[in-house]
């Protein structure tokens, strides 16, 4: 049991501990020189408080940061120093104005030039400079290691992207290629004393 003492609303419990009984809502409870008890009055440990923000102390830099809401707006740092256009390493990365949840066909995420997050589908022209052989100034001379692709190449020797993933060949063929139909095998070799007639195909010799 502590010892208690009332002095006009005052109670003093124990010498240790204030208990306060305002009566009259319309006048503050607790005054200093004058004027309402303030945060700057109070020791706060390891909290800061302003006129309209709340700062918390990190215990790894011994810097205080901003104590943030849903409403807060977040200043973005960048490292342009260190590299232009880099985030700054621990920075909260908010929402942008195209940012969406899953969906069919689901979309890219994206950093915009603000450092905001966004999403964009496949098609849009967003995603355009970064198909492989697209030229822009940003991609440097050599268009080719870029790309949704795998790597290009201006010596192609006529290779066409196939469905494993793989450069090829359009066909298993590599013989030659007739450049006339005189010059196919099992047809004529001139069209002399052969007007009008039609080629068939001989199932028993296996030619036309």
Known sequence: MHDSKVLSGLKLIGGTRLSLNNSNPREHAITVNGSQLSYSDIALGALQITDNKVYSLDEEDGQYYQILNTNSEIDIKFEDEVEPGKVASGQIIPAGVSLFKQQSPAPFVFIDTTGRLGSANLWKSLWVANIMGYVDVDKGSNTYKHGLVPE?????????????????????????????FLSLQDTPTTYTDNIDKYLGVSFAEGGV
Request: glycine fraction near 18%; proline fraction near 3%.
């Open 152 to 180: 290009g190449s201006d010596v192609h020797d006529g290779l066409f992207l196939r469905k494993d993933g793989q450069w090829g060949q359009p066909s298993v063929w590599t013989g030659s290629v007739s450049e006339n």
